[in-house]
Structure formats: structure tokens, C-alpha cells
Nanobody, 123 residues
Framework: QVQLVESGGGLVQAGGSLRLSCAASGRTFSSYAMGWFRQAPGKEREFVAAISWISAITYYANSVKGRFTISRDNAKNTVYLQMNSLKPEDTADYYC????????????????WGQGTQVTVSS
């Protein structure tokens, strides 16, 4: 079992930055790949970024590539999403998710989810 709690969301102006954190419980955090997803009002949840269990592999959605960076600290049981050059279209609830071993890019591949943190980017 893995429990996830996101933090770091908020209101920011376009062009600004935010860093989201996701704290995980469980002794086997390092065995799980972690992902970030987002869901805007009226839209389906979509993939943002993912990182493998030893940080060797990362994936990004095209819409955030070059602006967002996913990282993890297994000693702290935490995964991060650094978001730079934010745009109004990045406004959404952001969720972290966990999947054993291999990272994935679809909602259906992940077994554990946090409750989400809201990010609002004003123009």
C-alpha cells in the first residue's frame, strides 16, 4: 500500500513557477514509479510527467516538455514537479500517482493516487 499527499499548489501569474511535492507513505517507495497527472474543469485527467523508480527514466507530455521537471528523493519518500514558465492552460488539479516499478503515461496504469492540489495560472 502507498498513500500519497500532494502539496505546493496555488495561484501564480503566467510566466511564474511553482513546485509541487508529493509525499508518500510506505517502506517501498523506492520500488514505485511515480507520475503526475492533471485534470482541468470539464476535461479528462491527462498525463503530465513520470519518473522511474531509480530516476533513470523520465517521461513528459509534449505540452510541458522543457518547462516542467519531475524528480524524486527516495530518502524523503517524495516526488517533485518543478513547473516553470506557467501558462493559463496549465490551470488544473494536479495529482500524483504510483505504479510498481515501471513508469506509465496513462491513468489506467497507476494503482495509487493522491487527492490532488490545485494550480491556477492567471493571465
Amino acid at each position: 500500500q502507498v498513500q500519497l499527499v500532494e502539496s505546493g499548489g496555488g495561484l501564480v501569474q503566467a510566466g511564474g513557477s511553482l513546485r509541487l511535492s508529493c509525499a508518500a507513505s510506505g517502506r517501498t517507495f523506492s520500488s514505485y514509479a511515480m507520475g503526475w497527472f492533471r485534470q482541468a474543469p470539464g476535461k479528462e485527467r491527462e498525463f503530465v510527467a513520470a519518473i522511474s523508480w531509480i530516476s533513470a527514466i523520465t517521461y513528459y507530455a509534449n505540452s510541458v516538455k522543457g518547462r516542467f521537471t519531475i524528480s524524486r528523493d527516495n530518502a524523503k519518500n517524495t516526488v517533485y514537479l518543478q513547473m516553470n514558465s506557467l501558462k493559463p492552460e496549465d490551470t488544473a488539479d494536479y495529482y500524483c500517482a504510483a505504479r510498481f516499478r515501471r513508469p506509465g503515461t496513462s491513468v489506467e496504469e497507476y494503482d495509487y493516487w493522491g487527492q490532488g492540489t490545485q494550480v491556477t495560472v492567471s493571465s
